[in-house]
C-alpha cells in the first residue's frame, strides 16, 4: 500500500509525501536551557500573528514559518544547549551505528551529522519496503517516516541510556522533520547538516567532524548525492 500524502500536527507539522526525501533533526530531552525555551515560545507567538503574503499559498507560508522557527531552535542547540550527552564519542558512535543498520533496506541514507546535543539526516524511505509495511484495519499505525524514526530513536535511547547509567527521557518527544522539495533544496540541506559543525565552532571544516557524513565520503571519496552505506572495517 503506497503512502499519499498527508501533513500532521502535534506541536509541529508533519509531511508524509510518496516517494519524498525528508530532513529530520531530533534533540536530546532538555537540550534546549529555559531562557531559550521561554525565547521560542515567545518566538511562535510572533510567528503566528505574521499575515500570509497574498502570493504565498497557505502550505507555503506554514513552511516558511517552520523553517525560522527551526532556525532559531538550532541556533539555541548550537550556541548553549543545556544537555550534551552526545559530546561523549561512544554515544555519538552508537547513533551513527543506528543511522546504518537499515540503510539500504528501509531507506537510502545521504547525510547525516551528530551533534552534542542533537542529530541530523536526510534519508528516503525505499519504496519496496514501505509497500510491505503491515497494516491495521487498512491504515498504517505510522507512516513510513515516522517508523523510521521511531526505530532509530527507541533503540538509540535504551542503548545510550545504560551506557549513561541512567533512566528516563533521552530523546524530545518530537523530532523536527522537513519533506524536502528539489534538488536545490536538496543540496542546500547537504550543505546546512555538514557545516553544522564548523558554524557551531567544533572543527574548522566539515570533514573533520567525525560523526557526519562529510567525514565519510572525504575518508571513501565519495561525490555527495549519493546514498550512503556503512563503510567496512
Known sequence: MRETFVVRHRHLPHWDVPGGSYFVT?????????????????????LASRSRPE????AEHERNLWKLHFARMDGWLDRQPASRHLENPALAQLVVDSLFYFAGVR????????????????????????????????????????????????????????????????????SYDHWIRDADEFNRIMEYIEMNPVKAGLVARPEEWRFSSAFLRAQAKLPPGIPLMKPVG
Not at 502570493?55 to 497557505?58: A, K
Not at 498504517?140 to 527507541?154: C, F, L, P, W, Y
Open 107 to 174: 531507506y537510502d541514507l545521504f547525510a547525516y551529522c551528530v551533534m552534542p546535543s542533537h542529530y541530523h539526516w536526510v534519508f528516503r524511505p525505499i519504496d519496496a519496503w514501505v509497500a510491505s509495511i503491515d497494516t491495521l484495519l487498512g491504515e498504517k499505525v505510522r507512516t513510513a517516516r515516522e517508523r523510521i524514526g521511531h526505530s532509530v530513536n527507541t533503540y538509540t535511547a535504551g542503548k545510550c541510556n545504560g551506557l549513561l547509567n541512567r533512566h528516563g527521557a533521552f530523546w524530545q518527544h518530537e
Open 26 to 46: 531530533t534533540c536530546l530531552d532538555g537540550s534546549i536551557p529555559a531562557q531559550g525555551l521561554l525565547d521560542l515560545a515567545k518566538y511562535v507567538k510572533e
Open 55 to 58: 502570493h504565498v499559498s497557505p
